[in-house]
Each structure stands twice: as C-alpha cells, then as structure tokens.
T-cell receptor
Framework: QKEVEQDPGPLSVPEGAIVSLNCTYS??????FMWYRQYSRKGPELLMY????GNKEDGRFTAQVDKSSKYISLFIRDSQPSDSATYLC????????FGTGTSLTVIP | NAGVTQTPKFRILKIGQSMTLQCTQD?????MYWYRQDPGMGLKLIYY???????DKGEVPNGYNVSRSTTEDFPLRLELAAPSQTSVYFC????????????FGPGTRLTVL
C-alpha cells in the first residue's frame, strides 16, 4: 500500500468553479500536511501547509485535514485560468511523502 | 537570494554516456534532495543529504551517485546513461528533514537516446 494516494485526474473545470483536490494516506503518524503547486515545466512550490486536523484558509484556497479518516483536501474557490497546474499533496512524519499529483485545467 | 539553481536546463545523452547534474542553494539549508519526476508517477527520491559529507539513498538510487562536499552544492552523477533515466530531475533543499518546506529548483529535463 502506498503511503500517499492521489487521484491523478486530469481535472478540467470552467472558470469560476469550485475545485476539490484530495489525497488519502495510510500512516497515522503524519503530522504536517502540505499542498504544492507545479506549473508546466517548473519546479513545485509550496502553496499551503497545515498542522494536524482542521481547516486553513488563504484567499481562495482552503486546506482541510481529517486525521480520523486519513484524508486531506484542497479547495479552490472561484477558480481562475492561472490556477491551471499540477497540485501535489505532501505530508511528513520522519521524511517527506509526495502524492503523484492532480493535473487541473481551468477553462476561460 | 537565488534559492535553488540547477544546470543544465536540458540535455540529450547517448546510451552509455555520463554526466553530472549541478545543484546549488544559497539558503544555508542542511538538507538537500534529488528527485526524478516521470509522467503520472509523481516525485521519486533518488538521494538525499543531511549535511556536507553525509549522503544516503532514497527510493530509486540505482544508476546514480552523489557527493556533498559543501553546504551549497549537491551534484548528481549519472554513469552509463540508460533510456530508463529519461526524466525530469529536481533538486530541492530544506532546513530540516521533515516538518519544513522543501524548496525546489527549476529542474533538468534529460533525454537518453
């Protein structure tokens, strides 16, 4: 069983839609949960991070962690074409574990 | 503050050739990493280093070698390149092994023919 599972998509939505990206994990020791955004032909960059269960909001982005279900989500409100990218979840215990990434396209 | 820089950006190798991918960071991070990223496969850790002179294998180390003589530099060596090593290679650094953001370089796109 993989440490982190992420639906690869691709996901295509119209501009203005609400986007939900999800990851599941197997290790209950994970404590820090992150979302990285990777534009085409670029390196990943940190978008948001949360510690333990709960929600964290940053502008149009909300990161949600449910440790009891071992499930994390990233919500994007009022999605924009500039949000088109691959989104990778990541989490840490004693080392980093990355999801495989979900490719998102927001259509104008 | 340039962050993490990688050279070259692109390279085409013939089977059996060797090359070194360069990585430099100017954030004084102790931890540095090399990943490869294949379509639909996510990031696979090749090697990592916890400080100058200390390196360790990741998930997919075969066919690669690393060294870390300074805090800033972490080169990745490919010996006897094979088509299976065609990939995008990312170098990253962080302040600590876990619980901290990893900063990624722009990547090196390598093709082995």
């Amino acid at each position: 069983q993989k440490e982190v599972e992420q639906d690869p998509g691709p996901l295509s939505v119209p501009e203005g839609a609400i986007v939900s990206l999800n990851c599941t994990y197997s290790n209950s020791a994970f404590q820090y949960f992150m979302w990285y955004r990777q534009y085409s032909r670029k390196g990943p960059e940190l978008l948001m991070y949360t510690y333990s269960s709960g929600n964290k909001e940053d502008g149009r982005f909300t990161a949600q962690v449910d440790k009891s279900s071992k499930y994390i989500s990233l919500f994007i409100r009022d999605s924009q074409p500039s949000d088109s990218a691959t989104y990778l979840c990541a989490m840490t215990g004693n080392q980093f574990y990355f999801g495989t990434g979900t490719s998102l396209t927001v259509i104008p | 503050n340039a962050g993490v820089t990688q050279t070259p950006k692109f390279r085409i190798l013939k089977i059996g050739q060797s090359m070194t991918l360069q990585c430099t960071q100017d954030m004084n991070h102790n931890y540095m990493y090399w990943y490869r990223q294949d379509p639909g496969m996510g990031l696979k850790l090749i090697y990592y280093s916890v400080g100058a002179g200390i390196t360790d294998k990741g998930e997919v180390p075969n066919g690669y070698n690393v060294s870390r003589s300074t805090t800033e530099d972490f080169p990745l060596r490919l010996e006897l390149a094979a088509p299976s090593q065609t990939s995008v290679y990312f170098c990253a650094s962080s302040y600590s092994r876990s619980y901290n953001e990893q900063f990624f370089g722009p990547g090196t796109r390598l093709t082995v023919l």
